[in-house]
């Protein structure tokens, strides 16, 4: 029986390891002014978002630096961010900017975002084709036949590690 404990225990340790580092790496993107899209063409809208200045928290947001001058932020029902936009000027260079937002209120956080300014436009790309090649197969794959051996295999290897598993806990009982 104990050996059927540190088996779970392992692993269940290593889980709550891997979702306590995602809780901290979300809570640091709430730091940030999030551009989108990150890379745009003269003349085209941006949208920004912070969750910095809390979720009833407005801003002021600054792209002067682009020449598209400021915007307000505004709270949104969206994962309690303030979103903004504004529009990049026709007459805006090739380059990266740094756009601003102040948070109002009580808060005053200032975060920070980059925008990518490119004078070639991203083509709409042809939707990809076919199926993916993960050496699985799959059900409209080009061979259901391997498929279903592959299935059938893997059912096999979990019924028999299964019976194992069984096999040797009966054993540490007695």
Partial sequence: MR????????????????ALAAGTAYGSDARKLE?????????????VNTAACGPDGSAAG????????????????????AIGRFRVPP??????YEIVAKCAGARHDTVAGDLIVSMTAAKNPAPPKGSVQTGVG?????????????????????????WLLHRRARADRM
Avoid: E
């Fill in 3 to 18: 050996r059927t404990a540190r088996l779970i225990t392992g692993p269940v340790l290593a889980v709550a390891a891997v």
């Fill in 35 to 47: 551009v989108f899209p990150t890379t745009v063409v003269p003349g085209a809208d941006v949208t």
């Fill in 62 to 81: 600054d792209a002067t630096a682009v020449g598209a001058g400021v915007f307000t932020l505004a709270p949104s029902t969206h994962k309690q961010d």
């Fill in 91 to 96: 007459s805006a260079q090739p380059g990266t």
């Fill in 138 to 162: 799959g059900a409209l794959g080009p061979d259901p036949v391997r498929s279903a051996v592959g299935v059938a295999a893997l059912a096999l290897a979990a019924a028999g590690g299964t």
